[in-house]
């Protein structure tokens, strides 16, 4: 069973930088898929922040592109999310997802927990 | 655009069948997936594809597509899937799409 967990500082102050990781258990990065960040403020809807292959090949989304950072360690099969200069729009649970599929379909299979993160001083 | 749309709220009497759709220029070319999310919990995959069900998910789920909209059915609504339901694909820049949430109440 694939499982994921998140974890990183709760609190984070404005005009710093947000970074999280995902611990995979169950399956090893270096196998394949993508896997990537979604987010969700408070009382908001989804957003997807970026994705990464093994190999480390990544897409960001636009909106966060300029500020956002995702690597991955294979060897400690996890992966990272960097997020700079953040702002208290920056709030929110942070998922980690699994990203099945290929060609025409995709889709989350296997999600972490969730972590919340405030920013605030 | 590189946007999908999803009525706010939709509500259902127990026992009744309610569609909730999706729509997006993405849906042309890629697929959509589902999600349902209760208060305090991560989103799980509902459905997939063309109508694949992940193992665990209810046949009274479904998911069916036509021309730019996708739409998540529950035959027959029980209580517990009163819940926020999220549909998502991917555009042809590589980037990841969520609709607004669709907020299902059981009557």
């Known amino acids: 069973q694939v499982q994921l967990q998140e974890s990183g500082p709760g609190l984070v102050k404005p005009s710093e930088t947000l970074s999280l990781t995902c611990a995979v258990s169950?399956?090893?990065?270096?196998?394949?898929?993508?896997w990537g960040w979604i987010r969700q403020p408070p009382g908001k809807g989804l957003e997807w922040i970026g994705s990464i292959y093994h190999s480390g090949s990544t897409y960001y989304n636009p909106s966060l592109k300029s500020r956002v950072t995702i690597s991955v360690d294979t060897s400690k099969n996890q992966f990272s999310l960097k997020l700079s200069s953040v702002t208290a729009a920056d709030t929110a649970v942070y998922y980690c997802?699994?990203?099945?599929?290929?060609?025409?379909?995709?889709?989350?299979?296997?999600w972490g927990q969730g972590t919340l993160v405030t920013v605030s001083s | 655009s590189s946007e999908l749309t999803q009525d706010p709220a939709v509500s259902v009497a127990l026992g009744q069948t309610v569609r909730i759709t999706c729509q997006g220029d993405s849906l042309r070319s890629y697929y959509a997936s589902w999600y349902q999310q209760k208060p305090g919990q991560a989103p799980v995959l509902v459905i997939y594809g063309k109508n694949n069900r992940p193992s665990g998910i209810p046949d009274r789920f479904s998911g069916s597509s036509s021309g730019n909209t996708a739409s998540l059915t529950i035959t027959g609504a029980q209580a517990e899937d009163e819940a926020d339901y999220y549909c998502n694909s991917r555009d042809s820049s590589g980037n990841h799409l969520f609709g607004g949430g669709t907020k299902l109440t059981v009557l």
């Open positions: 169950g399956y090893s990065i270096s196998s394949g898929y993508y």
């Open positions: 997802a699994r990203v099945g599929g290929y060609l025409e379909l995709y889709y989350f299979d296997y």
